[in-house]
């Protein structure tokens, strides 16, 4: 039997101005106008209080497509959350990272594509890596806990030593180097993403060997890819995931939460091209 999960995994908009290949939206979105409205989500943060959550991450799409964050995170924060946003930075001024901060917010997972601008670029199908960088610096000047994740995938993993250079010199406190996972976008473009054998076991001594040099200074999480995974990758964290339309309310274990979770009301058909060698929305 389970017990009460201990965090809430809050999708509260599929929105995103990137385009990531790698993206685990689902094919078909669901429109704005079928999120939860701030009032809903509130309440929700208050029935996760009660049901003993102790953690909400903030996620999507990008959370910071809703104007009303700040008084998520207020109603959050008031439900005793510890509260993460997960973001690509894009949408976030200073000023608005400072309102964020104020409103109580504890942690920031801010993503990064790539250590190379270009490469990072294409594969966020937009101009967002000088700013992403940028606005870490910025993060660093408050009193926020601060993570970087890093999308690994074949086209990346032959210079992680480099992405994990340039993680360092943006001061994180946690960096998460995480291989795509074949869900959404990503099971779209498995023959351009997924990594070689040999490509994973080197990455794997990479990273061992980056924890050992890093202790102390930097944690480091890592996430191989599903098809190379060992059994169930459940770390024994309890979660809920609550899809922003508020028709999945699912009690998963272990970091697979995100996978398969999710029915959406109100789903509505999306663009898609097909660029190059990737498919994305
Ligand atoms: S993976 Fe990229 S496109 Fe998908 S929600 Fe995150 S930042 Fe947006």
């Not at 993993?157 to 993680?167: G, N």
Request: charged residues 20%; hydrophobic residues 40%.
């Amino acid at each position: 039997m389970l017990s009460n999960p201990l965090a809430l995994i809050a999708e509260i908009t599929h929105r995103c101005p990137l385009h990531c290949v790698y993206c685990s939206n689902p094919l078909q979105m669901a429109a704005a106008k079928s999120e939860l409205s701030t009032e809903e989500w509130l309440r929700v943060f208050r029935q996760a209080e009660e049901l003993g959550v102790l953690h909400v991450h903030l996620t999507g799409g990008e959370p910071l497509a809703r104007a009303d964050l700040t008084e998520l995170i207020v109603g959050a924060h008031a439900a005793n959350l510890y509260t993460n946003l997960i973001t690509s930075g894009i949408g976030l001024s200073t000023g608005r990272l400072t309102a964020l901060v104020n409103a109580g917010l504890d942690h920031i997972q801010l993503s990064f594509q790539d250590s190379r601008e270009d490469a990072a670029n294409s594969i966020a199908g937009t101009r967002a890596h000088a700013h992403k960088v940028e606005l870490a610096k910025a993060i660093r000047k408050h009193r926020v806990a601060f993570t970087v994740n890093l999308v690994v995938h074949r086209q990346n993993l032959d210079h992680l030593s480099e992405m994990i250079s340039f993680i360092e010199q943006l001061e994180p406190d946690r960096m998460e180097i995480a291989h795509a996972q074949y869900y959404g976008w990503a099971l779209q473009n498995r023959a351009a993403l997924l990594p070689t054998k040999a490509q994973l076991d080197k990455a794997v001594g990479i990273v061992a060997a980056a924890e050992s040099r890093l202790a102390g200074k930097i944690r480091i999480d890592s996430v191989v890819p599903d098809y190379y995974r060992r059994g169930n990758s459940g770390n024994g964290i309890r979660k809920r995931v609550q899809s922003f339309s508020g028709m999945d309310l699912a009690r998963v274990v272990g970091l697979s939460s995100f996978q398969g979770r999710r029915m959406d009301a109100g789903a509505l058909p999306q663009l898609r091209s097909s660029r190059g060698r990737f498919r994305r929305v």
